[in-house]
C-alpha cells in the first residue's frame, strides 16, 4: 500500500516510526526554506509543467535520472523541489488547504487548521455550562500539552475533557476534543506509538465530524478527510471513499477531498472514476497535477495519466480560445501592462502545444482581469504665459511714378502707384505652457454586506477606490499649487480642508470629460478599508503587526511617507492606517468625518472602525484623502463577462484621458 508521501513505500506505522522521516522532518521544519520532493515521469511533467509554470509554484528540478524507479517502471524519472516558506503550522499560500504538509505528518497539520485552535477566551464564550466550561478548560492542557510534545498528557487530558473526572462530568458532544484525539490516534512524526490506533482514529474523527456538522461544516469536512485516511491506512477503501465523499458534500471547495477521492479510486484500480475526481481538484488548484503525478497510487497507471493530463490540456485549450479572444476584442483602445496582453496573445497563436499549467495560468490572469488595479492617466492644461513675437507681414503702400519728364520750366508729371513690401513687426500672444501628466490608480471594490459598529451595512454597487491618498504630485499638477506642511511629490499631500478637496475633485472632473470623481462615504471607507475582515485591523487583531502595514507614532518620526511604502490590506489599498487621516463624506452640515487614523496618532486611532468629527475648515498636516472613481468611468471593463477566480496577481490597466 503506498500512502501521501512520495519517496516511501514503506507501511504507514513503519513508515511513521522511519528513523530518516522522523530526522527528516525535524529538519525541515527548523529550515526556513523548507523543501519537499516529488518524483514524476519525464514523459508525464513534459504534458503538465514547463520550467516556468514550476517557478511559478516555487518549484525547481533539482536532480534527473534515469535510473530511479517507481512500482514496475523503469522509465526516467526527474525530481522536483517545492519550497515551503511558511511556518510548519501554517498552510501554503500556493496551493490548497491541505497540500504538500502531508510529507510531515498529515495530522499534524490538521491539529492546526480550521477552529481547532480558537483561543480559550472565545471557546468559554460559547459554553453554556459550568461542565462545558470545565471542558474547555481541560481542553486547553492537552492543547499545551500537545505543543510540548507531551502526547500521552495531552490524551489524558482530552478523556478528561469527553469522559469528566472525580472533580466535573465531561461534554462528549464537542468536536474539537474528538478531533485532536484522532490526531494523536492517527499518528504523526515523532508521536507516541503506544496512543496510535488506526480505528479508533477512524472513529474519533468520524465523530468529530458529526458534531461539527451542523455548526462549522468546514471543520466537519477535514474530519470526514482524516476519517477516510485512518480507513485508507487500514486498508478499507469502501470505507475510505464514503467518508471523503461526505467530506466533498461538505466543502466542495476543498481540492484535497478530490483529491483523496482519486487518490482512493486509483487503489482501488477504478482508473476511469478517478479522472473526474483529479480533473475537478486541478480545476480547483493546478498544482494537484504535479502532485497526482508524484504519487504512488497514480503512478502505476502513468501512461493512462499522460494521455489524461494531455486531453485536459487540449480540453481546456479549446474552452479558452473563444473567451481569450472576447477579452483582447474588449480591450481594444486600453493601453494594458504589456506581459497581461503578450500573454493572451501569445497563447492564441502557440498555446496549444503548452503543458497544462501554463494552460491553466492564463485562465488566472483572465478571470483576474476584471479585479487588477486601474490607472487613469490625466493631462492638465499648463499656465497662460504672456510673450512677444517677431513675425512677416505684407505691406501695401503707393509711391510716386513719373509719366512725363520735366523740363527747365516744366514740372514733371507724376502720379500714385500702388505697391506691397514685407515688413517685421512684433506683438504680444498668450500661449498655454506644456501641460502635466498624472496618474491615479483604482482598486475595484466588490459590492456587500459588513457589520459597522452595532448594524449590518450593504454596500449595493461595486466601486473603484484610489489604491493610495492622493499625493502632492497629483495634487499641484491639477491645482498649481501645494498647501503640505511636509514636502515632497510621494508624500500624501495634507493640510487640505474639506472644501479644498472639493475644489480639487471639481478640477480633476473637468480635466477627465466630466467623469465623477467624489470622496467615499464614512460606510464605504470602513468596508473598503476592512477587506473583508472583521478584526480590529484589517490584517487581525494583533497590534504588534501595525508596524507592517501603517506609519502612525510609533515608527513615523513625526512626519509623513512616501504612499505604498507599507503592506497592503486584503483589496490591494495601501495607507488604509496611519500616515494621514482621510476625509470622508457622511455629516450633514459644516461637519465631516475623518478615517484611518495618521503619522502622530496612537495605534488604537487607526483601528479600522476608529474616525472622528471634523469641521470643513481644519486644515492640518495630518488630514489627506483618497478618492472614488465613478463607476461609469470603467463601463467598459464592467461589462465583461468574467468568472469569479483569484484575486492574488496584479497589473495596470491604463485608461487615456487627454484634453
Known sequence: MSNYVWDSHLPYSDYLQAKSFVSNVKSATSDAARKISIDISCQTRDVIASDESLHRENMELFTASTDQTVGAFNEGFECFSYSMDTGFEQVSSGISELNAHFHWGFSAVLASLGHTNDALSDLVKIAKTPVQIAAFNHFEIARDAFRQGLYREC?????????????????????????????????????????????????????????????????????????????????????????????????????????????????????????????????????????????????????????????????????????????????????????????????????????????LYVVQNMYTLKHLPIVVRVMAPGQPVNSKETYTEEETYYEDVVIKPGGLFKKAVT???????????????????????????????????????????????????????????????????????????????????????????????SLSDNQHYRLPSEAEWEYACQAGSTSAYHFGDDVSCLGEYAWYDGNSGKTTHPVGEKKPNGWGLFDMAGNVWEWCTELEGSESILCGGSWCNSAERCRSADRINAIHEKRYSRIGFRSISAYHLLKHLSHCHFDERSEEKSYSIILKIFH
Not at 465 to 482: A, E
Open 155 to 359: 490524551f489524558d487530558e482530552l478523556d478528561k475533557a469527553i469522559l469528566g473526572d472525580h472533580a466535573s462530568e465531561g461534554y462528549k458532544l464537542e468536536w474539537r476534543f474528538h478531533q485532536m484525539k484522532g490526531t494523536l490516534q492517527l499518528g504523526f512524526a515523532d508521536c507516541d506509538m503506544s496512543l496510535y490506533d488506526l480505528a479508533k482514529a477512524e472513529e474519533s474523527f468520524r465523530i468529530a465530524a458529526r458534531y461539527a456538522k451542523s455548526d462549522y461544516p468546514h471543520d466537519a469536512a477535514r474530519a470526514f478527510l482524516c476519517a477516510g485516511w485512518a480507513a485508507y491506512c487500514q486498508g478499507k477503501m469502501k470505507e475510505a471513499l464514503a467518508h471523503t465523499e461526505q467530506a466533498m458534500t461538505l466543502h466542495p471547495e476543498m481540492g484535497e477531498i478530490f483529491f483523496q477521492a482519486s487518490k482512493v479510486q486509483m487503489a482501488l484500480g477504478d482508473v476511469e472514476s478517478a479522472f473526474p475526481l483529479i480533473a475537478k481538484a486541478i480545476e480547483l488548484d493546478s498544482f494537484y497535477a504535479l502532485k497526482a503525478a508524484g504519487d504512488g497510487d497514480f503512478q502505476p497507471h502513468d501512461d493512462k495519466m499522460r494521455c489524461f493530463f494531455d486531453a485536459l490540456r487540449k480540453e481546456k485549450y479549446k474552452q479558452l480560445v473563444p473567451k481569450v479572444q472576447a477579452v483582447l476584442d474588449t480591450i481594444k483602445g486600453f493601453e494594458f501592462a504589456p506581459d497581461t496582453v503578450n500573454r493572451l496573445q501569445l497563447f492564441l497563436t502557440e498555446g496549444a502545444n503548452w503543458p497544462l499549467m501554463d494552460v
Open 415 to 509: 502720379e500714385k502707384e500702388k505697391k506691397t513690401r514685407m515688413v517685421t513687426k512684433t506683438r504680444i500672444i498668450t500661449k498655454n505652457a506644456h501641460g502635466s501628466e498624472t496618474l491615479f490608480e483604482f482598486c475595484l471594490i466588490p459590492a456587500g454586506t459588513f457589520r459597522m459598529g452595532a448594524k449590518n451595512v450593504k454596500i449595493d454597487k461595486d466601486f473603484y477606490l484610489g489604491r493610495y491618498p492622493v499625493t502632492q504630485q497629483q495634487w499641484t499638477t491639477v491645482m498649481k499649487d501645494n498647501p503640505s506642511h511636509f514636502k515632497g511629490e510621494l508624500l500624501p499631500v495634507e493640510t487640505v480642508s474639506y472644501h479644498d478637496v472639493q475644489t480639487f475633485l471639481q478640477h480633476l472632473n
